[in-house]
């Protein structure tokens, strides 16, 4: 396959859409041909087979690394497990990732991975060996490593497969002493970090808040402001889409519709996340939820009902041209990778909807990925060293407060005030802020030029900006 010239191979479309969105967004930037080619292009495509033993016999897997860029160092990208993954679906998530991590200045490069598996057909130590010969196939190449490339969870992956990762990369590398950076989203007793499993979908509902709040934006669309009250459907109860519903909820949304892939559920007056995953859980499926009004046994009509945001966190290509004119969402906002199709993006615009991108949208988890990284580099937890200092201090100035003023405060303010951040809120802080600032910086790009037309176009025209920077920078060698 010719890597850098997507058109010219009749099944690859999501890298060529990818491009073309690049292509769109370069217009707006001042940087020569041969730059834009160099960042848009995907640098190394690491194909490979391995055998493993099934049965009485040896099953042949197929699976990929993609090192988009290389503007920053390492790399950086999920690991997909799915039957669909095919080598276009996997340099196009390369590279959304090197913008991702543009956008929300995070200092990587883009990267993804892919085993063509349905995970559900695996025993769990098939899925074992799977994973520990995927890292060994990547450590011969030097596809993998704290200063490489660092893999993350995707779409059919999670904890248990980044500690296979962590374990196969460490003992392959002994006395490696940043080992547990080669790999992030890994479990919290596995030098993983507070707060990475909800990342992506605490991301999602922050975007989605931010987006609701500017209230010129809203006018444009006929929406109110605020996220209180507002109806959302989410497509996808995984990682990012269950985490997404739930954050959402708190932050005072209602969650009418939830979609999953043997169904839908809908109730115009709310469901209950929790309840409805549990419900999953017991019973195999999103069906037969004792408080939805409406149930669709094709999935994709559960999309298509009333409400103000539809958020897609399952996989890419839900909303074409085939759907788009049944939408009724003001706002799609992208949980998922390449859910909206270019042509049906360019008709939800025209009919007044706007998109927060995916590389934006879900770019919590790359976020937090880099805090544990910097974790595992750094050996420690955050807050450990200076949360019982801080605690001291604060307790110094209480004390002196109430001395002044006469006045004790409650044993529950003084604990408030006196409370020194843990691991998870200190992420939390940092997330919050990544997702606040950047999408202030995109919406400006995007205000400042009303010929950029979206916002995902007005994220890609800061991204381009940023890695020519990085790019001239480091020069050319030799
Ligand atoms: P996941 O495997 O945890 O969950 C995906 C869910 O989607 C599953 O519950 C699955 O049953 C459901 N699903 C599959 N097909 C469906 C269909 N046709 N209709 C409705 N539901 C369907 O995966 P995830 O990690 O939540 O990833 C979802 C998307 O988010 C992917 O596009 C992924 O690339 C993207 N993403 C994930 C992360 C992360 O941190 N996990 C970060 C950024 C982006």
């Known amino acids: ?48 087979r391995f055998p493993i033993r099934r049965g009485n016999g040896f099953e042949v897997i197929d699976a990929w690394r993609v090192e988009h860029s290389h503007h920053q160092s390492p790399t950086k990208g999920g690991i997909r497990y799915s039957e669909m993954v095919n080598e276009d679906e996997v340099m196009a998530l390369a590279a959304l990732m090197t ?20 995970p559900k057909s695996y025993s769990v130590s098939e899925l074992e060996n799977i994973t520990r010969r995927y890292t060994v196939e990547l450590i011969k190449k030097n596809f993998i490593g704290p200063s490489i490339d660092v893999p993350a969870p995707d779409y ?45 979908g605490r991301g999602v509902a922050i975007a989605i808040r931010e987006c609701v709040g500017v209230a010129e934006d809203m006018q444009k669309i006929g929406l109110t402001t605020g996220l209180s009250g507002k109806k959302i ?12 519903a739930k954050f959402l909820s708190e932050f005072g949304a209602l969650i009418v519709g939830l979609c999953e892939f043997e169904g839908a559920i809908y109730n115009e007056d709310g469901l209950d996340v929790e309840a409805v995953f549990q419900h999953r859980k017991s019973s195999g ?19 298509e009902q009333p409400c103000d945001i539809l958020v897609p966190a399952a996989l890419e290509n839900q909303i074409t041209s085939q759907n788009v004119g049944s939408i009724k969402a003001k706002i799609i906002a992208e949980g998922a990778n390449g859910p909206t199709s270019p ?23 790359v976020t937090v990925s880099y805090f544990e990284w910097l974790k595992n580099l750094s050996h420690v937890a955050f807050g450990r060293i200076n949360r019982r200092f801080e605690e001291n201090s604060n307790l110094n100035l209480v004390n002196m407060v109430e ?32 997702m606040i600032r950047s999408y202030h910086e995109i919406r400006e790009i995007y205000k400042n030029n009303p010929k950029i037309g979206t916002l995902r176009n007005a994220a890609m025209v800061g991204a381009i900006n940023k890695i020519a920077v990085s790019y001239q920078n480091l020069g050319v060698w030799p």
């Open 1 to 48: 396959m010719n890597i850098n010239n997507p058109t010219a191979n009749q099944d690859t479309h999501f890298f060529g859409d990818v491009c073309k969105n690049f292509d769109f967004a370069a217009q707006f930037t001042q940087h020569d041909a041969g730059l834009l080619d160099q960042i848009k292009s995907c640098n190394s495509v690491y194909r490979f």
């Open 99 to 118: 913008y991702k991590c543009a956008i929300v200045n995070v200092p990587f490069g883009g990267a993804k991975g892919g085993i063509k598996i349905n």
């Open 156 to 200: 059919g992956s999670g904890e248990r497969e980044m500690s296979w990762i962590a374990d196969t990369y460490a003992t392959m590398n002994p006395g490696q002493l940043d080992a547990m950076g080669a790999v992030t989203g890994k479990p919290i007793a596995l030098h993983g970090i507070a707060g990475r499993r909800e990342a992506t």
């Open 233 to 244: 459907i989410v497509q996808g109860l995984g990682n990012v889409g269950y985490y997404s």
């Open 285 to 303: 499926s999103i069906l037969g939820y004792a408080g939805a009004k409406k149930e669709f046994k094709n999935t994709m009509d559960g999309l």
């Open 343 to 365: 042509e049906a993006e360019a008709a939800f615009y025209k009919n007044g909807g706007m998109i927060i991108p995916d590389m934006y949208a879900n770019a919590g988890g």
């Open 403 to 434: 001395g002044i003023t006469g006045t004790a405060l409650t044993p529950m303010q003084r604990s408030t005030i006196i409370k020194g951040a843990s691991e998870l809120e200190l992420v939390n802080s940092g997330l919050e802020d990544t």
